[in-house]
């Protein structure tokens, strides 16, 4: 499963570039619309590990016990799917000759959870870091929670001036609203399977 795990993702971000690439060719708009869908495959992965153990303690299955144990993998997958949209940006920054700024300090330091967070992913790593093991993954997890949740938000609440008219008029605010409405449901599991252990009497 792992391999074919990473071989999806990556086949879609390669196809999502060619795609945009084909179709817009290799300019600012066909690179920052590489960056949105190849950002919104990344997420995707993300939930999966963000949500895998709440809903296995809201609902205990052997599909939940599976989540549990293949969010390794997924987490892996989500870095990989998040590099190829880091590949996306370095080309969107070369097209317009711009470098990075200090506004965009928070998701560099996101990318350096990802990275740190996917190179601890091993057994090695959880037995020599310990608990801190435990305190980097959670931090890192919550950090890139918050920077997709905010971005969502802040595309939906907020101004379009830098999303291409392309995506405009395919429906990016109706997009936008289901990315933003997956991140809320996401966090209410998480809260709803935080509450239930804490409540649940011990035996």
Same mark, same amino acid.
Do not use: C
């Given at each position: 499963?792992?391999?074919?795990?990473?071989?999806?993702?990556?086949?879609?971000?390669?196809?999502? @570039?060619?795609? &945009?690439?084909?179709?817009?060719?290799?300019?600012?708009?066909?690179? &920052? /619309?590489?960056?949105?869908?190849?950002?919104?495959?990344?997420?995707?992965?993300?939930?999966?590990?963000? +949500?895998?153990?709440?809903?296995?303690?809201?609902?205990?299955?052997?599909?939940?016990?599976?989540?549990?144990? &293949?969010?390794r993998h997924f987490g892996l997958a989500?870095?990989?799917?998040?590099?190829?949209?880091?590949?996306?940006?370095?080309?969107?920054?070369?097209?317009? @000759?711009?470098?990075?700024?200090?506004?965009?300090?928070?998701?560099?330091?996101g990318y350096l959870m990802v990275g740190?967070?996917?190179?601890?992913?091993?057994?090695?790593?959880?037995?020599?870091?310990?608990?801190?093991?435990?305190? /980097?993954?959670?931090?890192?997890?919550? +950090?890139?929670?918050?920077?997709?949740?905010?971005?969502?938000?802040?595309?939906?609440?907020?101004?379009?001036?830098?999303?291409?008219?392309?995506? +405009?008029?395919?429906?990016?605010?109706?997009?936008?609203?289901?990315?933003?409405?997956?991140?809320?449901?996401?966090?209410?599991?998480?809260?709803?399977?935080?509450?239930?252990?804490? /409540?649940?009497?011990?035996?």
């Amino acid at each position: 499963m792992p391999l074919l795990l990473y071989g999806t993702v990556a086949a879609i971000g390669l196809a999502l @570039g060619l795609w &945009q690439y084909s179709a817009n060719g290799w300019t600012e708009e066909g690179t &920052q /619309l590489f960056t949105r869908y190849t950002a919104r495959v990344s997420f995707l992965m993300f939930l999966l590990v963000f +949500v895998a153990r709440p809903v296995f303690v809201l609902w205990p299955s052997p599909t939940t016990v599976a989540m549990v144990r &293949q969010r390794r993998h997924f987490g892996l997958a989500f870095g990989l799917a998040h590099g190829i949209h880091l590949l996306g940006i370095i080309s969107y920054l070369w097209i317009i @000759g711009s470098v990075l700024e200090a506004s965009d300090a928070v998701p560099a330091f996101g990318y350096l959870m990802v990275g740190l967070m996917a190179i601890t992913s091993n057994n090695w790593s959880v037995r020599t870091l310990g608990r801190g093991w435990k305190v /980097l993954h959670k931090f890192g997890l919550y +950090v890139i929670f918050a920077i997709f949740f905010l971005a969502y938000a802040g595309r939906l609440f907020g101004a379009y001036d830098d999303v291409p008219e392309a995506a +405009v008029a395919m429906g990016a605010k109706a997009i936008y609203a289901g990315l933003f409405a997956l991140a809320v449901i996401a966090l209410g599991l998480r809260v709803a399977a935080f509450f239930k252990t804490r /409540l649940t009497p011990r035996r």
